[in-house]
């Protein structure tokens, strides 16, 4: 019974190495992207930023230029096309698209490339572009890097609140892209919202908002004494008011501030202290 059993078992073991055609399975060898599949995601503001795309490498090539020449359009990676999502409206170099996944594609030129949102998002490489399907397109100017990238990367820079910088880099070159968000209105909003509640007021972090965003300065100024007189020894409120009167022009004022706060700064023994001493020391020296 034992031997019935064993050939048995041989016999299925075979079969399953066996093809349709009676040859043997050539067996399965797993090696590495040529072009390995990258995903960025990236938060500006309230938006988030998702960017799926494969990254060829130079390997001693002349890519762009070359085998991807200038003047046609571009997959802006490998494989696949580009993608790119936006979870709310963007604008991208001053001209706003809609929230929504789309094809990113690049026209290369010596001087000058063109960068694309096409509404088509899945599609392998270009071959099937079509530009009736753009979004948008914009202009936009390379910029010389002074060490050469060996890997296709895009990236997202110079975060701010409410704007960023898409980068496309490799080789010698950078091609950036602005991008701008609504995060004013959001917040401006409810900062309202909280100030016409009942209880207890954001005053502090009102203030510091309309402070950084070059809002009303004059109702900003009025929250930060709102929030100081809540806490009067808040050496980093006091610095903040030392940078809004200096924005509002205010110098003797703002130098009469930093100070103050470097008095309060002094009593401190938190890590902070070497921190906020520096920032009103050169808040000081920017100001005289």
Same mark, same amino acid.
């Given at each position: 019974?034992?031997?019935?059993? !064993? ?8 079969? *399953? ?15 590495? =992207? ?11 503001? !309230? ?15 002349? &890519? ?5 020449? %200038?003047?046609?359009?571009?997959? =802006?990676?490998?494989?696949?096309? $580009? ?8 604008? #991208? ?21 063109? &960068? ?10 270009? %071959?099937?572009? @079509?530009?009736? /399907? @753009? ?10 890097? $002074? ?10 820079? /110079? ?15 950078? &091609? ?17 919202? =909280?100030?016409?509640? @009942?209880?207890? +007021?954001? %005053?502090?972090?009102?203030?510091? !908002?309309? *402070?950084?965003?070059? *809002? ?8 930060? @004494? =709102? ?11 006091? %610095? ?10 205010? +110098? ?11 008095? *309060? ?21 920017? #100001?005289?």
């Amino acid at each position: 019974m034992k031997t019935r059993l !064993f050939r048995s078992a041989l016999v299925l073991a075979s079969a *399953l190495v066996v093809s349709s055609s009676g040859l043997a399975q050539a067996p399965q060898i797993d090696v590495p =992207a040529a072009s390995p599949a990258c995903t960025l995601k990236q938060r500006v503001g !309230f938006t988030d930023i998702e960017i799926n795309y494969s990254r060829p490498g130079l390997k001693g090539r002349v &890519v762009v230029g070359n085998i991807d020449p %200038y003047g046609q359009v571009w997959r =802006a990676g490998a494989n696949a096309a $580009t993608q790119i999502t936006f979870s709310t409206p963007v604008k #991208l170099n001053g001209t706003e698209i809609p929230a929504g996944t789309y094809g990113l594609f690049a026209i290369p030129g010596r001087e000058e490339w063109t &960068v694309i949102i096409n509404k088509t998002a899945k599609q392998w490489g270009a %071959y099937k572009y @079509d530009s009736k /399907d @753009d979004v948008l397109r914009v202009k936009v100017a390379p910029v010389a890097l $002074t060490q050469p990238v060996e890997t296709f990367t895009i990236d997202v820079n /110079d975060i701010r609140d409410d704007s960023a910088t898409l980068d496309l880099i490799w080789a010698d070159w950078r &091609v950036p892209v602005k991008i701008t968000v609504d995060v004013t209105a959001k917040v401006v909003a409810q900062i309202d919202a =909280a100030m016409a509640a @009942d209880g207890k +007021k954001p %005053y502090g972090e009102a203030a510091m !908002f309309y *402070l950084n965003h070059d *809002l009303d300065l004059k109702k900003a100024a009025g929250w930060m @004494d =709102a929030a100081l007189a809540e806490q009067p020894n808040a050496f980093w409120l006091v %610095y903040h008011k030392a940078r809004l009167l200096a924005k509002m022009g205010d +110098k003797a004022g703002a130098i009469a501030a930093a100070k103050a706060s470097i008095d *309060l700064v002094a009593k401190s023994t938190g890590p902070e202290k070497g921190e906020y001493t520096r920032l009103n020391e050169a808040l000081i020296a920017s #100001l005289q």
